[in-house]
């Protein structure tokens, strides 16, 4: 390398922080690579759950609402798992589960993303009374228990599917909003985003261009995890009954419609678990979301490890 | 300064063949890379070179400790000796704060802000039983006025935030000071304050470094600065030893290029052009931030087409504030803006794209002014794009041409800030302002996080493209070696209020404003009896709190 005392100065040949330039498929491989193994499990788990969700169809021996003679029949090689009280494959509403619950819980969490994080984007840009307004009107949905108030909007709108999304959409929004704003803030004092005002830059361009990929990490985690907790709701609804609605499977109503099994299990052990079954089904994934989370913010955050 | 008989005095430190590692990209790096120092009871040393040369790494080194993500690899490290290389952190620790003691750059960061100043400076003396609280606060105090900090007395009971940079710098050099400690490492104590404050601080430090005939590394990018303070000068880059050398010689007869490149920066010097008429009037302006007090008081500064205007003063003094009501976002409670001799809309909100096009802005912190998520392509072709239309392949284009005239080439279009060194940044900003084909181009201390060789080269750019392009430069700026280097016409400012507008010749003449005079025998110059004349000659008040 020149030296600026041999050749004089030059731009070009300064060398400082200079770090090395990787392309985007460069730095992914490298992060995968040094992934820890809780991550891997993660990813697997997620993975295999939405490819299962995908092909439910082709993978489930029988239709979603096909009823067959025996309920609560037991595991045999018909019915891997059982079926249940009105005698449906449980094996088969399990798969069919992954597809309903993961997806409505998928477009809720995107709904609430999409109005939290507009609205969160919004009053940190602009401040004032505007970012007043919304925060306060926030922190009265969120003075209200959300489990509460959805079963109360439930009732009120009847539980339909396109009503669960907009509801819990909503309600959990309150959260991202809160987030969005937070991480937002940080950004909006930037010299960069003055730079852009000065240009003349309009609010939308702002947004989307200026401020969202600077917190784009935070909030892909928050992704998971809102996913994770939408998801429980979903199910903690059903569970009540006022959720997703039969003959739709879904995992939550599955725990409640054979939870009654479960005290069979000191005659027989695989009745017993039977309603475990769609439980753990929800448990796995929560925690395999969570672990592909940590791992992302980890790296992401610039955490390093001690060397 | 008692250079000549540090030979028959006892060492203090000393450092053989020192190799220290640092750790990014997944691989260790050297940061050090075999550097030896001595260092005598009762010396000071001076440890310059630009960033990243490895200065601070080395005087953490001086103490055994090295930051995360850093290793000691090899060499020794004699204290006193004992070898610090290898040694127990316990017994490490029991070293640290006792015989050698760290005065960090920011000193606001450095204390914690929910305790009193006298607990602070204590502490490290109470804790190792060194002394009873009640001798450590009086001595403090002893300290406190040693320092010529006002009010020794009562400053302890004070909070950090309520004193000033200065005397908080002032403060820690005490808390340093209070074990009366054989070696103080001060790494950049006074680059982040202005010069009128610098000099309280920088006669502070020496005159009890002297008194207690403690021996001293002192860090620093300002040869000015060090030429004051150390015995004996060593430069550093790319964590090596170019050249170490007595003060005075060294000033007098650098050897090493390196050296003598580092030396030649200050002597540019732009020579005056005539006036021409004004592209950019402020005009009687007052304004405030909210409804608090006003911070600009009637100011009225003069911008003439293809000239450069320096606005000088301390922080606090408006500069900024002058700058914001220029590009609207503060606008005025009274007075105007005038441009081309027509009045600017004075909300940001009111002024049509051709108006935004033609003020452009450069910032202090490159870092902080571009987006880290959009590459180079982006940054400079989005003003490119979005005031002068232009897409596809005639914006690549147009994106190399502005490439090449800051010097850079077209490699660089896919590059993320982040991938670029500090000097290359700012000029990355400047294509980005150039790019809006604008008249005035604001600067708001564009220089003063750069290291000097590499503010030489930027200063040299602006000069350039304002002769290319005739653009006019309202240049920000505290340092007066930059004002001399750019500037046609000065500005002083104080207190929200302008001092004097005059031509260069006029303003670093004779009679001046009183704060003017302050300002300019501020400056530490190269002589390393600058600052006794100073003192000597009572031109600057010690501590005007």
């Not at chain 2, 009762?42 to 990243?52: A, D, K, R």
């Not at chain 2, 001798?135 to 403090?140: E, F, I, R, T």
């Not at chain 2, 653009?471 to 929200?496: N, P, R």
Request: charged share 20%; net charge negative; with cysteine.
């Amino acid at each position: 390398m020149s030296t600026a005392s041999d050749k004089g100065y030059s731009a070009a040949d300064e060398v400082g922080s200079v770090l090395e330039q990787r392309t985007r498929w460069q730095r992914v491989k490298l992060a995968l690579k040094s992934a820890p193994i809780s991550a891997w499990f993660g990813m697997v788990i997620v993975f295999a759950y939405i490819v299962v969700a995908l092909f439910a169809p082709f993978i489930a021996p029988y239709a979603e609402d096909q009823i067959f003679a025996v309920p609560f029949g037991p595991w045999d090689s018909d019915h891997l798992v059982g079926t249940d009280q009105i005698g449906r494959d449980i094996f088969t509403r399990l798969i069919y589960g992954a597809r309903n619950t993961m997806g409505i819980a998928f477009a809720t969490t995107l709904l609430a993303f999409v109005i939290g994080g507009g609205f969160g984007l919004a009053a940190a840009i602009s401040g004032g009374w505007i970012d007043q307004i919304l925060s306060r009107f926030v922190d009265v949905l969120m003075a209200i228990p959300s489990l509460i108030f959805a079963l109360m909007l439930l009732a009120v709108f009847g539980s339909s599917i396109f009503n669960i999304i907009c509801i819990i959409a909503v309600l959990d929004s309150t959260r991202v909003f809160r987030l969005t704003r937070a991480v937002s803030m940080n950004v909006v004092v930037m010299d960069y985003l003055e730079a852009a005002k000065l240009r003349g830059e309009k609010l939308n361009w702002i947004m989307i261009h200026e401020i969202l990929p600077n917190i784009l990490p935070p909030m892909v985690a928050e992704f998971g995890l809102r996913f994770c907790f939408v998801f429980l709701t979903i199910a903690s609804l059903s569970f009540l009954g006022v959720g997703i609605q039969p003959p739709t499977a879904d995992w939550g109503s599955m725990v409640r419609e054979n939870a009654s099994l479960i005290q069979f299990a000191q005659y027989d052990i695989k009745a017993g678990i039977t309603p475990l079954l769609p439980a753990g089904a929800i448990a796995l994934l929560v925690v395999a979301v969570n672990f592909i989370v940590d791992w992302f913010l980890h790296t992401t955050s610039g955490l390093k490890d001690e060397h | 300064m008692n250079t000549n008989n540090s030979n028959n005095k006892e060492v203090l430190l000393q450092i053989k063949d020192l190799h220290i590692d640092g750790f990014s990209d997944n691989k260790w790096h050297d940061i050090i890379k075999g550097v030896d120092l001595t260092l005598h009871k009762g010396e000071v040393l001076g440890l310059i070179g630009e960033s990243g040369a490895g200065k601070s790494t080395l005087g953490l080194a001086a103490m055994g400790f090295a930051r995360p993500g850093c290793r000691l690899k090899s060499g020794s490290i004699v204290f006193d000796g004992q070898e610090l290389m290898g040694m127990k952190e316990r017994n490490k620790r029991e070293l640290w704060g006792t015989r050698i003691a760290y005065v960090a750059q920011s000193a606001a960061a450095a204390f914690n802000p929910a305790f009193r100043l006298m607990d602070q400076t204590i502490e490290s003396g109470v804790r190792s039983n060194t002394m009873s609280e009640a001798d450590a606060k009086k001595d403090a105090r002893d300290l406190f006025e040693a320092l010529q900090l006002p009010d020794p007395q009562n400053i302890g009971d004070r909070y950090p935030h309520q004193v000033s940079g200065g005397q908080l710098q002032r403060v820690m050099t005490a808390m340093a000071m209070s074990s009366r400690p054989d070696l103080i490492i001060f790494d950049e104590p006074t680059t982040a304050l202005d010069v009128t404050t610098q000099v309280n601080v920088l006669a502070a430090i020496r005159k009890v470094v002297r008194q207690f005939n403690t021996a001293a590394i002192y860090i620093t990018h300002d040869l000015a600065v060090v030429a004051q303070m150390a015995d004996v000068i060593k430069v550093l880059r790319y964590g090596e030893t170019m050249e170490e050398a007595d003060t005075r010689k060294m000033l007098s007869h650098p050897e090493h290029p390196y050296t003598k490149s580092l030396w030649a920066v200050r002597s540019i010097e732009k020579t005056p052009e005539p006036k021409t008429e004004n592209v950019l009037e402020i005009k009687n302006v007052t304004a405030a931030y909210g409804r608090g007090e006003n911070v600009l008081h009637d100011v009225s500064i003069n911008l003439p087409r293809g000239r450069t205007v320096a606005i000088v003063g301390e922080s606090g003094s408006g500069k900024s504030t002058a700058a914001r009501v220029v590009t609207g976002l503060l606008p005025p409670s009274q007075g105007s803006v005038l441009f081309n001799g027509e009045a600017l809309p004075a909300k940001l909100s009111g002024r049509s794209v051709d108006q935004l096009r033609r003020i452009q802005m450069i910032y202090q912190s490159a870092d902080t002014a571009m987006n880290p998520r959009h590459k180079v392509r982006d940054i400079i072709g989005r003003p490119l794009a979005f005031y002068h239309d232009v897409s596809g392949a005639e914006l690549d284009k147009r994106v190399e041409e502005l490439l090449n005239m800051i010097e850079l080439d077209a490699s660089y279009m896919d590059r993320f800030p982040g991938e670029l060194s500090g000097g290359q940044k700012q000029r990355i900003c400047i294509a980005r302002a150039i790019a809006a084909d604008p008249e005035v181009v604001i600067c708001d201390e564009v220089t003063s996080a750069l290291d000097q060789i590499v503010q030489e080269g930027i200063l040299k750019l602006l000069l350039k493209l304002q002769k290319e392009l005739n653009i006019s430069y309202l240049f920000i700026t505290h340092d007066i070696a930059t004002v001399k280097a750019i500037s046609d016409e000065i500005v002083v400012m104080y207190q929200g209020k302008v001092v004097e507008q005059g031509v260069k010749a006029d303003i670093f003449s004779p009679p001046y404003p009183e704060y003017t005079e302050l300002l300019l025998a501020s400056v530490p110059e190269m002589d390393p009896d600058w600052l006794d004349k100073v003192l000597d000659a009572d031109k600057i008040p010690l501590d005007a709190s």
